[in-house]
């Protein structure tokens, strides 16, 4: 999309939401219509097996439509004037959709919803944008927990039983763990830090948040802010003073090809867990830590969501399918099935929880240390700014104070969307 495309965009989503708002939010009758659509990226079997509970029991129909994990089709339907009463979509892409007025605030009645005191606070940080709950995380919540291997510390005469916990033991470890074949090739990275995708952005944040700096609420700071020269710096010397992995290198726990770490927002670290089970492996030698830290422990939060448009036919009913989806039955199965952890405190005595002690413990992780991603208005614009910096740095070719002054620039600009 050119620049001029997208002024073009903005400058309608803008005309369009001023034009919504000379109207009533909120319907007054409950249950006006006896039909709500619902777009989601989930159309699995156990979601459209929940969605005719649904309708079993309220008689309300739900006309339900796959869509993509882009933003051109809701937002062809918002300013279109034609958005789905009921929509899901991924937590990075919430600051821009809230910011343009396409999800309805959900407070009057997340204020009255029965679960309420049973969600973990960071379920509901994770869908509050400007100070008004949006959303709610409808398939479970991923928590950067760090996989990592028992067998292999043992065998590296590490305590399995006390994982590193500061950045100078996380080298440590990660450098007695690595191996390498008699050329040199890297056939087990020591540390899982990863450059493929998006990953590098991940690693950005996480770095920084350990240095005291969250960059997606904080808008004074700049590029050159010390704590991210010592993120960034950190990142490259995994790779370029500690050896701890290789450039282009992706090892996994399950398979053995990692000793330690995954990606640092979580992730399928559930479905990690029953893929090295399948392989033959003993559950007891895959366990899960905080990231090593600098001054105290944290576990980034992220999560996908369901949100209500500002203008559904029916708010009522569309909040009934909401409550329905994420409602505690329901969560149990979904969040099963997509391999998320269950936003509610009750969760610890499900079955499939019970019997997976790991995840118990990756509960307890997001309950005490787990810090949500503050949704940005432009998101996608920063991620791609610090995906370049830190492959930038990665390369190693450049000093990191240098590469960091060269995007300085772009940062400033795309935290406060100036294009």
């Given at each position: 999309?050119?620049a001029l495309e997208r002024c073009c965009q903005r400058t309608m989503l803008r005309a369009v939401f001023a034009f919504l708002a000379l109207f009533p939010v909120f319907a007054t009758q409950a249950w006006a219509a006896t039909t709500i659509s619902f777009w989601t990226q989930d159309v699995q079997e156990w979601?459209?097996?929940?969605?005719?509970?649904?309708?079993?029991?309220?008689?309300?129909?739900?006309?339900?439509?796959?869509?993509?994990?882009?933003?051109?089709?809701?937002?062809?339907?918002?300013?279109?004037?034609?958005?789905?009463?009921?929509?899901?979509?991924?937590?990075?892409?919430?600051?821009?959709?809230?910011?343009?007025?396409?999800?309805?605030?959900?407070?009057?009645?997340?204020?009255?919803?029965?679960?309420?005191?049973?969600?973990?606070?960071?379920?509901?940080?994770?869908?509050?944008?400007?100070?008004?709950?949006?959303?709610?995380?409808?398939?479970?919540?991923?928590?950067?927990?760090?996989?990592?291997?028992?067998?292999?510390?043992?065998?590296?005469?590490?305590?399995?039983?006390?994982?590193?916990?500061?950045?100078?033991?996380?080298?440590?470890?990660?450098?007695?763990?690595?191996?390498?074949?008699?050329?040199?090739?890297?056939?087990?990275?020591?540390?899982?830090?990863?450059?493929?995708?998006?990953?590098?952005?991940?690693?950005?944040?996480?770095?920084?948040?350990?240095?005291?700096?969250?960059?997606?609420?904080?808008?004074?700071?700049?590029?050159?802010?010390?704590?991210?020269?010592?993120?960034?710096?950190?990142?490259?010397?995994?790779?370029?003073?500690?050896?701890?992995?290789?450039?282009?290198?992706?090892?996994?726990?399950?398979?053995?090809?990692?000793?330690?770490?995954?990606?640092?927002?979580?992730?399928?670290?559930?479905?990690?867990?029953?893929?090295?089970?399948?392989?033959?492996?003993?559950?007891?030698?895959?366990?899960?830590?905080?990231?090593?830290?600098?001054?105290?422990?944290?576990?980034?939060?992220?999560?996908?969501?369901?949100?209500?448009?500002?203008?559904?036919?029916?708010?009522?009913?569309?909040?009934?399918?909401?409550?329905?989806?994420?409602?505690?039955?329901?969560?149990?199965?979904?969040?099963?099935?997509f391999g998320r952890l269950p936003i509610y405190r009750q969760a610890v005595d499900w079955d499939w929880v019970v019997a997976r002690p790991q995840v118990h413990n990756l509960m307890e992780i997001m309950f005490e240390h787990g810090t949500a991603t503050p949704p940005h208005p432009y998101f996608f614009e920063?991620?791609?700014?610090?995906?370049?910096?830190?492959?930038?740095?990665?390369?190693?070719?450049?000093?990191?104070?240098?590469?960091?002054?060269?995007?300085?620039?772009?940062?400033?600009?795309?935290?406060?969307?100036?294009?």
């Open positions: 999309m050119s979601v459209l097996e929940a969605v005719n509970e649904f309708t079993a029991a309220t008689g309300i129909e739900v006309d339900v439509k796959a869509i993509s994990w882009g933003l051109d089709e809701l937002i062809v339907a918002y300013v279109a004037g034609s958005m789905p009463d009921v929509w899901t979509h991924g937590g990075a892409a919430l600051g821009a959709l809230a910011h343009q007025g396409m999800m309805a605030p959900l407070d009057r009645w997340i204020e009255l919803w029965e679960h309420r005191d049973d969600v973990a606070p960071q379920a509901l940080e994770l869908v509050t944008y400007n100070g008004r709950v949006v959303g709610l995380p409808w398939r479970g919540i991923a928590v950067g927990a760090m996989p990592y291997r028992a067998d292999f510390f043992a065998e590296a005469g590490l305590d399995p039983e006390t994982p590193p916990q500061t950045w100078d033991e996380l080298v440590e470890h990660a450098r007695r763990l690595v191996r390498r074949d008699a050329d040199g090739t890297l056939i087990r990275s020591g540390f899982n830090v990863t450059d493929a995708g998006v990953e590098p952005s991940f690693w950005f944040r996480l770095f920084t948040l350990q240095n005291g700096l969250e960059v997606f609420s904080d808008a004074e700071h700049s590029l050159t802010d010390p704590r991210i020269v010592r993120a960034v710096e950190f990142y490259s010397d995994l790779y370029h003073r500690y050896h701890v992995s290789d450039p282009g290198f992706y090892g996994s726990v399950a398979a053995g090809t990692t000793a330690m770490g995954s990606s640092p927002v979580g992730g399928p670290l559930i479905q990690e867990l029953e893929q090295f089970i399948e392989f033959g492996g003993d559950p007891r030698d895959l366990r899960f830590s905080v990231f090593p830290y600098l001054e105290e422990p944290l576990a980034i939060l992220t999560g996908d969501f369901i949100a209500m448009s500002p203008t559904a036919s029916d708010p009522e009913a569309a909040f009934a399918l909401i409550k329905h989806l994420v409602g505690p039955k329901v969560h149990e199965r979904l969040t099963f099935q920063l991620r791609q700014v610090q995906i370049d910096v830190m492959l930038a740095a990665r390369s190693g070719t450049q000093a990191v104070q240098t590469i960091l002054e060269q995007y300085a620039v772009p940062y400033r600009n795309a935290w406060h969307g100036i294009r």
